[in-house]
């Protein structure tokens, strides 16, 4: 209730309102049934308007500092990423990533719409990087489609370590869903996770445009902050 109350009649219209999104495909998106939506990465508020335009709640996994933060910032924001249908996961790798690939699962299992960033983080400068093979296995385990979503202009919007977003329109693409169950029952082939991987990651530029580099961005994050120093 609180999740369409946030959308509908409190948040949702004002930010519609004053960022006006164009949107293409939204008829590829399921009215029921589980679905992952797989989406590019270039800003914070790519897991705000992706919500906001499909008429099902969408549930992203975020990392779990957004829910941990102390005093008023720190309870606005956990706040508002409950309002979002945000659940906290932790992305330290290990264990960590199989709890955060079974809290996935659970969602699908229960008929629901995952969003998904096959990147893993933001893109640090607007192009398209490597995709991580967490998502492949957690769509091969579940059976369900994959809807590819690409993201336009965010990143003008609200760059990375911007805190208030500036008044641009932006626009959001929806391809049609791509079905893997042709790799049922291979989910612990790593060719195959990387093979799948890479197909959806190749829709994503299909319909971003965006330049693609073969690299994962975490690691030109690292680099960028090593240099920095």
Do not use: C
């Not at 948040?11 to 992952?36: D, H, M, Q, T, Y």
């Not at 829709?203 to 445009?209: A, N, T």
Request: proline share 6%; hydrophobic share 45%.
């Amino acid at each position: 209730m609180f999740y369409w109350i946030m959308k509908h009649l409190v948040v949702g219209p004002i930010l519609l309102a004053i960022f006006r999104p164009w949107i293409v495909g939204l008829e590829n998106v399921p009215k029921s049934g589980a679905v992952v939506l797989a989406s590019n990465h270039l800003s914070f508020i790519d897991s705000i308007f992706l919500p906001l335009v499909v008429p099902r709640p969408v549930v992203f996994l975020a990392k779990s500092e957004y829910f941990t933060g102390k005093g008023l910032k720190g309870w606005a924001t956990r706040v508002f990423f409950q309002a979002a249908g945000q659940l906290p996961i932790d992305r330290s790798g290990g264990k960590a990533s199989e709890a955060s690939l079974n809290t996935g699962l659970k969602v699908l299992a229960e008929g629901s719409i995952l969003g998904i960033y096959p990147e893993g983080t933001r893109s640090p400068d607007g192009k398209l990087y490597r995709g991580r093979t967490g998502v492949a296995r957690m769509v091969l385990e579940s059976g369900v489609p994959v809807v590819p979503v690409a993201m336009i202009g965010t990143e003008h919007v609200m760059p990375i370590g911007t805190r208030l977003p500036k008044v641009r329109r932006i626009g959001i693409i929806i391809g049609e869903p791509i079905d893997f169950t042709r790799f049922e029952g291979m989910e612990g082939d790593r060719f195959v996770l990387r093979s799948v991987t890479d197909e959806l990651v190749y829709r994503l530029r299909g319909l971003s445009g965006q330049e693609y580099v073969d690299v994962y961005a975490s690691s030109v994050k690292e680099q960028r902050a090593l240099q920095s120093r």
